[in-house]
């Protein structure tokens, strides 16, 4: 029973893994490079919503679209100022410049909000529902259904809509598209915006059940890693399985090892997966 | 002729500074960790400069360093002169376990791989703490001062221990550089296809250098406990207090030359105490936030690092001596 | 005596037949052409027989040493490399210093070194041992290609378009040099689309289309086949028949 159990909650925190790390893979599969950064905009997200539960009153997971527009902001400046200038750099400039921005980001929080951890205090934090002899914890199955509908609202954008489309020639051929005048720069911005958008996203409907504090975005790098490496880096929906893939895994493995060696257990899946199949098991474009 | 001569002289300073310092006071910490850091920044850009693979897990190493020589001198009494070599050994072998699955891989992917392997070693440490005495850390158990115990009452002699770790380090590095590795790991990083086609051996040669610089990196770990005293599975293994401050000193220096670490080192290390002795009281990641400022600035700015600066500045002062 | 030896030799890229049942040998101290047109799968040829690309079927002899499954290093240890046709040098690194490298697969870094000028002089290429191999022009890089084969001291090169845009004067530079190489005891297997150049020096011309060898002969046997004539010139050619 606890089997099923741990497949229950390891779908419903992986649908938000899924989310936070779509960002991640949407800025690899456009632009090609690895923002070591995005966690903190995690981290920003929760921050956003917690702010707006503290003094506006407002449930962190409603302040969810609030934290998405914030961290669009700070995207859509960073890719423009800083970002577009290594584009074609070596990928050590790359690397080192989001590197940068991850240290920056962070100490900065450290700066301006101090060091503590803060919690929101909601009525369903501790409510379950109970199926027989299982159980769906409230506030997973509400950061589930949020992050579900941003899915679904992303999936329609990138679909429907000309940025959407244009975005996604953009990534599979930059230089064509550009001869169909799209403007790329602005398409950069924009998946990178929107990149980190959705992990802020995921940040805030996460915060009934994780406290935050400028730190928290180290707690899920190795785990953002494994979810896009898992599914391939640049592909979306490969982050979505590779997402429900990690949280199973990370539940699975937490009936069996101390709670602290979770992210061994996903190091090891990580490290087998690059070195097995690197461009992911669900394949991508690069 | 001139370069042999230059070299003389800077060693000849670095060697007369320590004793000009207080033996017992904040600058000569400074100068320790400085030049130690410039040792670590110089391992590697083994990897990170010549095999043009940016590692941000070297802390894994470096922990490993750490974890080994003090465990031995805890649990059995070994000198850490003997612990360092154990833990270059250890260092070794972790390289090649890391190296095999990871070697393939290039830029973003071989980061990230490393970046991960760091943040388990950390995890690994806190959570073993029959070995590792966890999160609470590990205290350098004191012995009485000898160099055969590798224990000293005053910060000097450590000084001296990190120059000469430093100028081995480096020594290896240029001889690398110069010899046939260092070809070798240029072909390879300029054309890998056409290296294999000619004879290289790539998969080998990218294994020596991970493990050469997972060895010294180690062996450099040893040190440190030594200076320290004491030190936890945070500090140690910490991607960015370790991993990614000595790429990031390699990288600010100018990466893949011998020159960088050093230039690196001598400027981050003293500016980062600087700051944290001006703002640490007020204002928790200040000096963390101007260090990450810097790096975006170096970045988009001189790319190639303060080298540059400087072969800007000999190339202006050529162009004067031939008018 | 036969120093290379292939037979069967099958390779296929999802649905395209890179290369389909390629059977032949060469005698020690031949020059071998090989054309075909674009497409044919000459390069996919030669880095298959260097280990760049592991074939799907067939084998590969070099002396008495079956090369299938056997790293490109190996294979040049062995005595055979090849030149690349899009020019893969060492951009950032002098043009010594590229064929130095080379020189080090048999030799320390100091005679490795005065290997790495003799080749260089052997080219036409010493006065700019010491230009970053990426300053240099297409027609040069090309050459220091050739040099750095050469350093590796091989048995058997394969140059695959050495001699692509250069004037008249270079090309019957380079087709005096692999003469003078094979003089010396050197196989090789040259890839050109220059017909004439090819007509001139090759002991043997093989065509390729398509991944099937269609000919084997003398330049006047490869000349004068039909087969060829259609593969080259396509329909047109059957139509005036």
Not at chain 2, 24 to 31: A, E, S
Not at chain 2, 33 to 55: D, P
Not at chain 3, 197 to 204: E, H, V
């Given at each position: 029973?606890?089997?099923v ?5 390891g779908?419903l925190?992986?649908g ?7 960002g ?18 995690l ?10 539960w ?6 962190p997971?409603?302040?969810a ?7 669009f902001?700070?995207?859509w ?11 074609k ?6 690397i080192?410049?989001t ?6 980001l962070?100490n900065?929080a ?9 919690s ?14 299982l ?5 997973y ?20 809509s000309?940025?959407?489309r ?13 001869l169909?005048g ?13 990149g ?7 940040g ?8 935050v504090?400028?730190?928290v ?8 890693f494994t979810?896009?490496?898992?599914g391939?880096?640049?592909s ?9 893939a990690?949280?199973?895994?990370q ?16 190091f090891?899946?990580?490290?087998l ?10 394949g991508?474009?690069? | 002729?001139?370069?042999w001569?230059a ?6 300073v ?9 033996p ?8 320790t ?23 941000l897990?070297h ?10 020589s003090t465990?031995l ?15 270059g050994a ?13 070697l ?17 070693m950390?995890v690994?440490?806190?959570?073993w703490?029959?070995?590792?005495g966890?999160p ?18 005053q910060?000097?002699?450590?000084a ?19 010899g ?25 040669v990218?294994l ?21 005293v ?31 670490p050093?230039l ?17 009281a ?19 700015w ?18 004067g001596?031939?008018? | 005596?036969?120093?290379l ?13 890179a290369?389909?049942d ?30 760049l ?13 079956s ?8 294979v ?14 060492f951009?950032e690194s002098?043009?010594?210093d590229?064929?130095?490298?080379a020189?080090?697969?048999r ?18 290429l ?25 350093c ?15 004037n ?11 003469r ?9 297997l ?20 398509f ?16 087969v060829?004539?259609?593969?080259y010139?396509?329909?047109s050619?059957e139509?005036?028949?």
């Open positions: 029973m606890s089997f159990q741990a497949i229950i909650d779908l925190v992986g938000v893994y899924a989310v936070i790390s779509i991640l893979t949407l800025v690899y599969g456009v632009m090609g490079i690895v923002n070591f950064a995005q966690a903190e905009f981290m920003i997200g929760m921050f956003v919503s917690w702010f707006a503290a003094y506006l009153g407002l449930d997971v409603l302040a679209p609030l934290s998405f527009a914030v961290s902001a700070i995207g400046v960073v890719q423009g100022q800083l970002i577009s200038r290594v584009l750099a070596p990928s050590v400039a790359q080192f410049l590197v940068g921005l991850l240290i920056v962070e900065g450290l700066l301006t909000f101090g060091s503590q951890f803060r929101v205090v909601t009525s369903y934090q501790t409510m379950s529902l109970s199926l027989g002899a159980f769906v914890s409230v506030p199955l509400i950061a589930f259904a949020m992050s579900l509908a941003c899915g679904v609202a992303l999936w329609w954008f990138m679909r429907t000309w940025f959407g244009a975005m996604r020639a953009t990534a599979q051929n930059p230089m064509a598209a550009q169909m799209i403007d790329t720069a602005l398409m950069y911005k924009m998946a990178f915006a929107l980190v958008g959705l992990t802020a996203f995921g805030a409907v996460i915060l009934p059940y994780v406290a504090f400028p730190g975005g180290g707690q899920f790098v190795v785990l953002m979810v896009v490496v898992l391939g880096l640049g979306v929906a490969g982050a979505v399985v590779g997402g429900l990690v949280g199973v895994i539940a699975l493995s937490s009936l069996v090892f101390p709670i602290q060696l979770q992210n061994l257990v996903l090891i899946v990580f490290i997966v690059l070195a097995v199949r690197p461009q992911g098991l669900v991508a474009r690069r | 002729m001139k370069r001569l070299l003389a002289v800077l060693i000849a670095a060697a007369v500074l320590p004793l000009l310092l207080s017992t006071g904040y600058w000569i910490r400074v100068l960790f400085t030049l130690l850091f410039a040792a670590m920044a110089q391992a590697w850009n083994l990897i990170g400069g010549l095999a043009n693979q940016t590692s897990g802390a894994a190493f470096f922990g490993i360093g750490a974890y080994t465990i001198l805890l649990k059995f009494g070994i000198s850490p002169w003997l612990g360092m070599f154990a833990a250890l260092g070794g072998l972790a390289a090649l376990v890391i190296a095999i699955p990871t393939r891989l290039q830029g973003h992917y071989f980061a990230l791989a490393t970046l991960a392997f760091g943040e388990v950390r690994i440490a806190n959570v703490a029959p070995l590792t966890g609470g850390g590990l205290s350098v158990p004191f012995t009485p001062p000898s160099f055969a115990g590798y224990s000293f009452k910060l000097l002699p450590h001296y221990i990190a120059l000469g770790a430093l100028i081995i380090v480096t020594g290896i590095f240029e001889v690398i550089r110069r046939a590795m260092g070809y070798r790991l240029r072909a390879i990083r300029e054309n890998q296809a056409a290296a294999e086609v000619i004879g290289i051996d790539t998969t080998k990218k020596q250098t991970a493990v050469i610089s997972g060895v010294l990196m180690a062996m450099l770990g040893t040190l440190y406990a030594q200076v320290a004491f030190f936890d599975p945070d500090t140690v293994f910490s991607a960015a207090a370790i991993s990614i401050r000595v790429a990031l000193i390699a990288i600010l220096g100018g990466v893949g030359t011998a020159a960088g050093i690196g080192a001598l400027f981050i290390i003293p500016v980062e105490e600087l700051m944290n002795d001006l703002f640490s007020g204002a928790a990641g200040l000096s963390q936030l101007i260090f990450g400022a810097i790096l975006i600035a170096v970045i988009l001189k790319p190639r690092g303060f080298i540059t600066l400087w072969d800007a500045l000999r190339a202006r002062f050529a162009r001596e031939t008018r | 005596m036969t120093i030896d292939v037979r069967g030799l099958s390779k296929r890229f999802g649905g395209l037949q290369l389909s390629v059977t032949f040998t060469v005698p020690r101290g031949q020059i071998v052409g090989l054309i075909g047109p674009n497409g044919a799968g000459k390069t996919t040829f030669f880095s298959t027989l260097v280990g690309i592991r074939p799907d079927s067939g084998s590969i002899k070099l002396g008495d040493t090369l299938v499954g056997m790293k490109p290093h190996k040049a240890a062995l005595g055979m490399t090849k030149t690349f046709q899009n020019v893969a040098l951009a002098s043009v010594l590229n064929v130095l490298t020189g080090l697969l030799f320390d870094v100091a005679t490795a070194r005065e290997q790495a000028l003799i080749c260089l002089d052997r080219v036409g010493k006065s700019v041992a010491h230009k970053l191999a990426g300053d240099l022009s297409f027609p040069e890089r090309a050459r220091v290609e050739l040099a750095r084969a050469l590796t001291g091989p048995k058997v090169l394969l140059l695959d378009e050495v001699m692509a845009a250069l008249p004067v270079e090309m019957q530079e380079i087709m005096d040099l692999i003078s190489l094979r003089d010396d005891g050197l196989t090789l040259v890839v050109e689309h220059h017909m004439r150049a090819i007509m001139t020096i090759c002991d043997r011309i093989l065509v390729l289309n991944g099937k060898l269609l000919a084997d002969g003398t330049a006047q046997q490869v000349a004068n086949d039909p060829v004539i259609e593969a010139l396509g329909r050619a139509a005036h028949t």
